[in-house]
């Protein structure tokens, strides 16, 4: 077994060194590593904003339309099971559904079976730029892993499993 390379010591680390200076009496712990995956968070946030303008989307839109198109063909949900899947209020989801109309993204359709719920369908428009969105997405993703081996993505996934079950139970 090889003995582990000293990590290159970053902002987070003069952070915590500094708060350790001056508040001795606390525990800054914690802030190792939720520092760094807020600042994680703030470059992934980049790294989806520029993959989402490449396709003319923001994030909400990228959001209701990936749900669509996660949801198999033909790619429609109801307006209800949009609201569960991004956990929003049903009437912002609404207001996202006739922006995406008017866009010609999604297509809005009363179910045949029940009369009383509305089936949003992605529309052929629609499923071009979630695809797109997401394949450029997921290059910039890989970009912000690369320092990382694939054993190491694996472990990162799971720890990070862990620390968000509790918050994530239904």
Do not use: K
């Amino acid at each position: 077994m090889t003995a582990r390379q000293p990590a290159t010591p970053d902002q987070v680390d003069g952070i915590v060194a500094a708060w350790r200076r001056e508040r001795p009496d606390l525990d800054v712990s914690p802030l190792e590593v939720l520092s760094r995956v807020s600042r994680l968070a703030r470059h992934l946030d980049l790294a989806r904003r520029h993959a989402f303008d490449q396709w003319g989307l923001v994030a909400w839109e990228f959001d209701v339309l990936s749900a669509l198109r996660r949801s198999g063909d033909p790619y429609q949900l109801s307006a209800g099971e949009l609201v569960r899947q991004t956990l929003v209020t049903s009437g912002t989801m609404t207001n996202r559904i006739d922006r995406l109309v008017s866009r010609g993204m999604v297509a809005r359709a009363a179910s045949e079976s029940d009369r009383r719920t509305v089936l949003i369908t992605l529309t052929p428009l629609g499923r071009e730029a979630v695809d797109g969105a997401l394949a450029d997405l997921v290059d910039d993703e890989r970009d912000l892993l690369a320092g990382l081996s694939p054993r190491e993505c694996d472990d990162l996934a799971g720890l990070l499993r862990r620390l968000l079950a509790p918050f994530e139970q239904e």
